[in-house]
């Protein structure tokens, strides 16, 4: 039995750090602590590196790692590592029992990516994916037995309902400003409803695509939106609660998301959504109450995002049936605990081979 609770985990280097939030790293923490809960003897291994392209070093680093797990030992590894990893992991797993945590299939955004992650997934005895999506886009890219492809959507913690505003007009984007986050459709739909009142605070780490974020601070001034468009940086813990309690909106406007836990962060403070319909966020909006607690917009269509927030800003009627299935969906929404009992059955499984 001592066997089944003792498990070796592989992150990316920097998961805590209050500078870099992402949605990936939040899930491997509370999946950990949540193990850990469970009773879990988790044994953590940090690797630095640009993950998923890795130097030379990086890639020496794993391999110390993983050659220093007992034989027989499950290894739990992160996605971001394990698909561009597979020099290491591949001939690995014969000795010690493999588990990939998939947040974002790389070959899905990088074809030439596709044939490392797949013989590291193919080697894996199980995978776990944060989304049904996710799953299906595995299952369809690589020969996987389904039996082995496992789904622990993210949980998420229930909070205060965020008052609301009368005229909606508090809009946040929460998400690292990034060129696939979709940041620069935003600001192009708002441009087209600058005639209407909102206020617009972008939340997200400044530092991932540097050349992204000058070109929004242009399209800011070039449009005269400096004094209702804010990129604020990074906000975790209280200051993002903050954030959440003075939203009327979540406006999510990405070219691709596994899941999109900012949108299960919002409808757990009662906070309607606009995101665009990409990957599971169909999932992670869900249905409650009389509907849909927000609004699906094709990717990629400033236009679409510019009706859909003239709609939300000018039809009270609207809103009002919006709050009303985001308060029912708050209910329905499941616990990291639930994740972390996901994740725990599938390392059981797969320790008790």
């Given at each position: 039995?001592?066997?089944?609770?003792?498990?070796?985990?592989?992150?990316?280097?920097?998961?805590?750090?209050?500078?870099?939030?992402?949605?990936?790293?939040?899930?491997?923490?509370?999946?950990?602590?949540?193990?850990?809960?469970?009773?879990?003897?988790?044994?953590?291994?940090?690797?630095?590196?640009?993950?998923?392209?890795?130097?030379?070093?990086?890639?020496?680093?794993?391999?110390?790692?993983?050659?220093?797990?007992?034989?027989?030992?499950?290894?739990?590894?992160?996605?971001?590592?394990?698909?561009?990893?597979?020099?290491?992991?591949?001939?690995?797993?014969?000795?010690?029992?493999?588990?990939?945590?998939?947040?974002?299939?790389?070959?899905?955004?990088?074809?030439?990516?596709?044939?490392?992650?797949?013989?590291?997934?193919?080697?894996?005895a199980a995978v776990v994916t944060t989304s049904g999506w996710t799953r299906d886009v595995l299952l369809d890219a690589y020969?996987?037995?389904?039996?082995?492809?496992?789904?622990?959507?993210?949980?998420?913690?229930?909070?205060?309902v965020a008052a609301g505003g009368p005229d909606g007009g508090r809009l946040i984007c929460v998400g690292a400003v990034t060129a696939l986050k979709g940041q620069a459709d935003l600001l192009a739909a708002l441009a087209l409803v600058d005639?209407?009142?909102?206020?617009?605070?972008?939340?997200?780490?400044?530092?991932?695509?540097?050349?992204?974020?000058?070109?929004?601070?242009?399209?800011?001034?070039?449009?005269?939106?400096?004094?209702?468009?804010?990129?604020?940086?990074?906000?975790?813990?209280?200051?993002?609660?903050?954030?959440?309690?003075?939203?009327?909106?979540?406006?999510?406007?990405?070219?691709?998301?596994?899941?999109?836990?900012?949108?299960?962060?919002?409808?757990?403070?009662?906070?309607?959504?606009?995101?665009?319909?990409?990957?599971?966020?169909?999932?992670?909006?869900?249905?409650?109450?009389?509907?849909?607690?927000?609004?699906?917009?094709?990717?990629?269509?400033?236009?679409?995002?510019?009706?859909?927030?003239?709609?939300?800003?000018?039809?009270?009627?609207?809103?009002?049936?919006?709050?009303?299935?985001?308060?029912?969906?708050?209910?329905?929404?499941?616990?990291?605990?639930?994740?972390?009992?996901?994740?725990?059955?599938?390392?059981?499984?797969?320790?008790?081979?």
């Amino acid at each position: 039995m001592r066997a089944l609770r003792e498990i070796h985990v592989v992150v990316p280097a920097g998961i805590d750090d209050p500078l870099l939030p992402s949605g990936g790293n939040t899930y491997d923490r509370r999946v950990l602590d949540g193990l850990r809960a469970l009773g879990w003897q988790a044994s953590e291994h940090p690797v630095p590196g640009r993950w998923p392209h890795p130097d030379a070093p990086a890639t020496a680093c794993l391999a110390d790692v993983v050659a220093a797990v007992e034989t027989g030992s499950v290894l739990l590894v992160d996605g971001l590592v394990a698909s561009a990893a597979d020099a290491v992991l591949v001939p690995a797993a014969d000795r010690v029992p493999l588990v990939v945590v998939v947040h974002l299939p790389l070959g899905v955004s990088d074809p030439s990516a596709a044939a490392a992650e797949g013989r590291v997934l193919a080697a894996a005895a199980a995978v776990v994916t944060t989304s049904g999506w996710t799953r299906d886009v595995l299952l369809d890219a690589y020969a996987l037995a389904p039996a082995a492809v496992h789904v622990a959507r993210p949980g998420v913690d229930r909070a205060r309902v965020a008052a609301g505003g009368p005229d909606g007009g508090r809009l946040i984007c929460v998400g690292a400003v990034t060129a696939l986050k979709g940041q620069a459709d935003l600001l192009a739909a708002l441009a087209l409803v600058d005639d209407l009142p909102w206020s617009c605070v972008l939340v997200g780490a400044l530092t991932r695509e540097p050349d992204v974020v000058d070109g929004l601070r242009r399209r800011v001034a070039s449009a005269a939106l400096g004094d209702r468009v804010h990129l604020v940086g990074p906000r975790v813990g209280a200051d993002l609660e903050r954030t959440y309690a003075a939203a009327d909106l979540l406006v999510l406007p990405s070219h691709v998301e596994t899941y999109g836990m900012v949108v299960t962060e919002a409808l757990a403070r009662g906070v309607p959504v606009l995101a665009t319909d990409v990957g599971g966020v169909r999932e992670a909006v869900g249905q409650a109450g009389d509907g849909w607690p927000g609004l699906l917009v094709p990717a990629g269509s400033p236009e679409a995002l510019a009706v859909a927030l003239r709609s939300w800003l000018t039809d009270g009627a609207l809103r009002e049936r919006l709050r009303r299935n985001a308060l029912a969906r708050r209910d329905t929404l499941s616990s990291w605990s639930e994740t972390a009992g996901h994740v725990s059955a599938v390392l059981e499984r797969v320790g008790g081979r």
